[in-house]
T-cell receptor, first 115, second 112 residues
Framework: DAMVIQNPRYQVTQFGKPVTLSCSQTLNHNVMYWYQQKSSQAPKLLFHYYDKDFNNEADTPDNFQSRRPNTSFCFLDIRSPGLGDAAMYLC??????????????FGPGTRLTVL | SQQGEEDPQALSIQEGENATMNCSYKTSINNLQWYRQNSGRGLVHLILIRSNEREKHSGRLRVTLDTSKKSSSLLITASRAADTASYFCATAATSGYSTLTFGKGTMLLVSP
């Protein structure tokens, strides 16, 4: 089945130790998004790629970076995780050029713990 | 700033009852979507309603949109324990390529 896959599902890192979260999709969608969601809060958009074009949200800290080497994969790099970066990280995709809807398809998320 | 605001923040009902959640937003939109999130999981798209629509149905779901009041409601009829989840509204400013702005969500608990 076509889907959005995130690995790992749970990630534990140490304060200040770089960590990379990965997302892959078999939907062949041209837009990929990364959201941060803290407990009992709304998902907050960090950045997104439209094809190869990177779009950073204005309030996304410089500590967060992203890479999209090809259509299927997108990575979230946290260069120096702080305790405040502990959250669920959600990857989503959409394909606005293929249909009339703006529906986003989400992966199951990666729960990041910072010790 | 947060675009969507849901109320109530939490809702507890019995199986078989109807659940109504409301969402208000601040700026003009092209469409409004509702998503569901089970605990510790990703979001699942439920239904999309465009700014020129007033009501949509999908199974046990009914969504209304009042653009003059900048508000929407999600009604789940004959609720089931499996409907227990958080429900988020999200707004899109334009059609096609548009990012979504999510509201804070309503946590629904359906007791058997």
């Amino acid at each position: 089945d076509a889907m959005v896959i995130q690995n790992p599902r749970y990630q534990v890192t140490q304060f200040g130790k770089p960590v990379t979260l990965s997302c892959s999709q078999t939907l062949n969608h041209n837009v990929m998004y990364w959201y941060q969601q803290k407990s009992s809060q709304a998902p907050k958009l960090l950045f997104h790629y439209y094809d190869k074009d990177f779009n950073n949200e204005a309030d996304t800290p410089d500590n967060f970076q992203s890479r999209r080497p090809n259509t299927s994969f997108c990575f979230l790099d946290i260069r120096s995780p702080g305790l405040g970066d502990a959250a669920m990280y959600l990857c989503a995709t959409s394909s606005p050029m293929r249909g009339p809807t703006d529906t986003q398809y989400f992966g199951p998320g990666t729960r990041l713990t910072v010790l | 700033s947060q675009q969507g605001e849901e109320d109530p923040q939490a809702l507890s009902i019995q199986e078989g009852e109807n659940a109504t959640m409301n969402c208000s937003y601040k700026t003009s939109i092209n469409n409004l979507q509702w998503y569901r999130q089970n605990s510790g999981r990703g979001l699942v798209h439920l239904i999309l309603i465009r700014s020129n629509e007033r009501e949509k149905h999908s199974g046990r779901l009914r969504v209304t949109l009042d653009t003059s009041k900048k508000s929407s409601s999600l009604l789940i009829t004959a609720s089931r324990a499996a409907d227990t989840a958080s429900y988020f509204c999200a707004t899109a400013a334009t059609s096609g390529y548009s990012t979504l702005t999510f509201g804070k969500g309503t946590m629904l608990l359906v007791s058997p």
